[in-house]
């Protein structure tokens, strides 16, 4: 494929528009009978000749293809000048457009690689076809090619197959229809470019993180310690004695609950977790309203039946203690805290007499 490959394939449709235009007074399928093929036909010739031919004039083509046929010339009045339709006006500016770019060396170059790269944007564009079915079916393109059923996986390559053979063959110039829907593939590659980027983030995204674990943190729900769960709980006294119906609640006055904060939602432990391994699950207490209360312990237990996976309401069993007294620790009451140690009193030193302080001064005695 050289560089002149894609202005080829504009000329070659711009000429295959033109010779149908010319025909237009001819029913329609008269027309598709006359040019069919011509567009894989011209496309073969140019690829044989290095993407270079020479189409001539389409009004004189159309006139020998009449002539080959044994049909009428062309009346005079339907040879009135009609006005060019948009997509072959946009399609002879893009063509001018590549002319403008091939009158350089540089863009010779480009039009060149771009050319050779044209295979890979039909298999790009088959790939885009069926992200877009992907995507009007709900499921991701990774989805439906590596999950599911092996019969769906099946469906899913089968359909990437053929839609990138379409998408080839209409790189080719083939497989084209030839009424009204002919600018189907161009609605179809925009919409596909469209999608595309989109699609291989996703597939790639897809394809790194398949190995990917990931693990989120979230706490379990109920009551448990160091991770494993609490199936009921067993309150003694500081003599060991076991305590019957006691009611626990947190620092903050929340019940103290295996099922967590959903706990009114449930009438046994079997609709949380499930049957033990013995066939049985915790009950809990009622209040006045008849709702259930989750933090009187200990629990009362209940059997499932094994056939329904129903609780049987008839069979409360009483739970066995881990102890029937608890261990003697010789608990004692914890003193409060020393804010201090008290030091004892100082004696206050004795005053001392002044040196300053004048003593009793003498008295002469008169004589005699």
Known sequence: MNDTTLAAAERIRI???????????????????????????LTDQAAD????IELGDPAAYAEELRSAAGLPERAAAAVAPTRTPWHERVAGAAGRGVGRIRSSHAGVEILGVLGALRPLWWLARGFG??????????????TMLTQGWPGTRILAWTLLILLTVVSVQWGRGRWLPRNRLKHIRTIVSVIALLILPIALGTFLTAVTNRDTV?????????????GDRVVNLFVYDK??????GAQVYTNRGTPLNLMGRDSDQYDSAAAFWGPGDSGTTTLPYRDAQG?????????QLGRVDDQTGQLDPSTTIAPQPPFLRAPDRALT?????TTGATMPPTASPTPQPSAATPGPSATSTPAG
Request: glycine share 10%; hydrophobic share 45%.
């Open 15 to 41: 000429f295959a528009d033109a010779v149908r235009a010319q025909l237009a007074d001819l029913p329609s399928d008269e027309v598709d009978d006359l040019v069919e093929g011509l567009v894989g036909d």
């Open 49 to 52: 000749n290095g993407g270079a």
């Open 129 to 142: 076809m069926f992200a877009v079915v992907s995507v009007l079916l709900g499921y991701g393109i990774w």
């Open 214 to 226: 990931q693990v989120v943190n979230q706490p379990a729900p109920g009551l448990s310690l160091d």
């Open 239 to 244: 003599d060991g004695t076991p305590i019957e």
């Open 291 to 299: 709702r259930p209360v989750w933090n009187v312990y200990p629990l």
């Open 333 to 337: 009451v914890t003193p409060p805290p």
